[in-house]
């Protein structure tokens, strides 16, 4: 049997291996069976023409499904969506998130009930939630045709005309994408040093100054961390927009995602391997964006 | 200067009353409507309290569709996840922070690249082993996927290595074995991580959605999310029975929110949900 000393003189022997092993054993054969096997099985999938999963036979081996997804308009359309929902929602979001939580932070009561109010969205189902969306923005009787009324607007036919629903899941996703965003705002704003707030107030600076010279950049390396994180969940877009359409991608098949996209190749088309060329796709922009996250995380290392 | 202040302060809380009013107005809409009846539900202009309240609405719910079904299932699926994700969970993460073994750091750092991987980039093969495994349209094809995560292992891992290591050789001296030391001194001593961990998962099992439209397929088999999904397809819209059935799927999670908010909260603050 194997004996290796290290520098410390400890005895290693294939036992010392033995006992990890067992304890990590049920862990390490879920993540290798459901995560890793399965992360560089999409890639050797991506690369199989007319793939089949019950006979497991394919044609050909090699970038036909990259070609094909690049070239259909309808993955490119679904790569544009998916930006401009991006950018729309995490830039709102990130806007509105940090007003909130600067404010929250500055109410000395009634933080228990602000915060219940705020983070509710965050637990609830996007399945269930997404519905009651629907029904306000319904044509006949949503609340939000209804309000618009009040100011004398015409009713607006959300759901149901392509011009709109861009706007509507966008408003969707804001909402729910506001609390998670207010969260880490609002801890990252608890630790700033209340002594540059005290210093300020000591030199007569104004609410406005203190917010624009302090606060926004003592909070850069969190609001930077917030938008990659929000981005990644952001470019995953699905449930909420599936619910919305009632299992369509917008009224017109107009409103295609990336990840919807990857669906309907997968769960209707069966074309596995363009779904998975597609998901090799989404893989290499989340990594990109990692990789900013963490250029963003080291540049701001010193606060 | 005082007055000011004052003002101010006015203003501040208006505004937040406003947001917070913004926030949970789908709630309160949601549970309004399912109290309504369908004449009312669709009246203009609407009203903001029911004339009378019912409850016909999911007395009709529940008679129509499976949802006391759907609930079982959704329970049963989020109870057998937790427990197994918690096994799976402290038990690695004890592996691969107080036993010392070569190259353990480094098999972690390759696990921890993997966090980044998106789960729907996986749900190609994962779809597939679940059908070659037999286990297409089962209850279990819900759980099994799920129940070893490298990030509440990381999560629960960092907190074991902060506890001290001379805890555990002076357990090892008083003759405690590694399982009893990680039972009776480690877990307790990490119970609010536990419970943060714990948390998080029951709340993204309940609302899974994706994965379960792809695996399941009988009416039986359906956890609550998707089955109020069938519910919309299968009674045709009536805004007011399908609110019923929105609320619930929402009202446990609200409830466990409600109880358990600054939990969840710091558990989010720490790095957030999965998704």
């Known amino acids: ?303 | 200067m005082k007055r000011q202040e004052q003002i101010k302060r006015i203003l501040l809380y208006t505004i937040l009353g406003v947001g917070a009013f913004i926030m949970i107005f789908p709630f309160f809409w949601m549970i309004i409507t399912s109290l309504k009846t369908g004449a009312e539900a669709n009246s203009v202009p609407p009203t903001f309290i029911p004339k009378k309240l019912i409850f016909e609405n999911y007395v009709y719910a529940f008679k129509v569709a499976p949802f006391a079904k759907y609930f079982m299932n959704s329970v049963i699926v989020t109870i057998s996840c937790v427990i197994l994700t918690m096994f799976n969970t402290i038990l690695a993460a004890f592996a691969f922070s107080k036993m010392k073994f070569p190259g353990r750091d480094w098999i972690f750092a390759g696990l921890i690249t993997m966090m980044m991987v998106p789960f729907e980039m996986l749900i190609i093969t994962n779809y597939t082993t679940i059908v070659k495994w037999g286990l297409y349209d089962t209850i279990i094809a819900l759980i099994i996927p799920f129940v070893s995560s490298i990030f509440y292992t990381y999560i629960l891992r960092n907190f074991f290595l902060s506890v001290p290591d001379s805890l555990y050789y002076s357990a090892k001296v008083d003759g405690a074995s590694d399982w009893q030391f990680l039972w009776q001194v480690l877990v307790p001593i990490a119970k609010p991580s536990l419970v943060t961990i714990a948390l998080l998962n029951a709340i993204a099992c309940w609302n899974s959605f994706l994965w379960s439209i792809l695996v399941i397929n009988s009416q039986g088999k359906r956890t609550l999310p998707f089955g109020l999904f069938a519910f919309t397809n299968e009674t045709g819209i009536r805004y007011e029975v399908l609110m019923a059935g929105a609320t619930i799927v929402v009202i446990p999670m609200i409830l466990l929110f409600l109880f358990c908010r600054k939990s969840i909260v710091t558990g989010v603050s720490r790095g957030g949900l999965k998704g």
């Open chain 1, 1 to 303: 049997m194997f004996r290796y000393k290290t520098k410390n003189d400890e005895v290693i022997t294939l036992k010392t291996f033995l006992k990890p092993a067992l304890y990590s054993l049920p862990f390490m054969i879920g993540v290798i069976v459901f995560t890793i096997y399965p992360f560089f099985n999409a890639f050797l999938i991506s690369f199989k023409e007319d793939y089949r999963v019950m006979t497991d036979k394919f044609s050909g081996f090699g970038l036909a499904n990259y070609v094909h997804i690049l070239s259909d308009p309808t993955f490119i359309s679904s790569i544009w969506n998916t930006i401009t929902y991006v950018l729309i929602v995490v830039t709102v979001s990130l806007v509105l998130s940090l007003l909130i939580a600067v404010m929250l932070n500055s109410v000395p009561k009634f933080q228990a009930l602000f915060q219940t109010a705020f983070f509710m969205p965050m637990v609830t189902s996007s399945a269930a939630i997404g519905l009651v969306w629907r029904w306000l923005f319904n044509y006949d009787y949503g609340l939000i045709n209804w309000v618009f009324s009040l100011f004398g607007a015409d009713a607006i036919n959300w759901l149901n005309h392509p011009d709109y629903s861009m706007i509507c899941l966008c408003i969707y996703g804001i909402w729910s994408m506001l609390p998670f965003t207010i969260i880490l705002l609002l801890s990252g704003l608890q630790n700033i040093d209340p002594q540059y707030y005290t210093a300020a107030k000591v030199d007569g600076a104004k609410t406005v100054d203190i917010f624009t010279n302090i606060t926004v950049p003592l909070l850069a390396p969190t609001i930077g961390l917030v938008a990659i994180v929000n981005m990644i969940s952001a470019f995953k877009v699905f449930d909420g927009l599936y619910i919305l359409f009632g299992g369509k991608p917008g009224p017109a098949y107009n409103l295609y995602t990336v990840i919807f996209y990857l669906y309907d190749q997968f769960y209707k088309e069966l074309e596995l391997g363009i779904a998975a060329a597609c998901a090799i796709v989404l893989f290499l922009i989340i990594c990109a964006f990692t990789v900013l996250q963490n250029q963003v995380q080291k540049k701001y290392d010193y606060y």
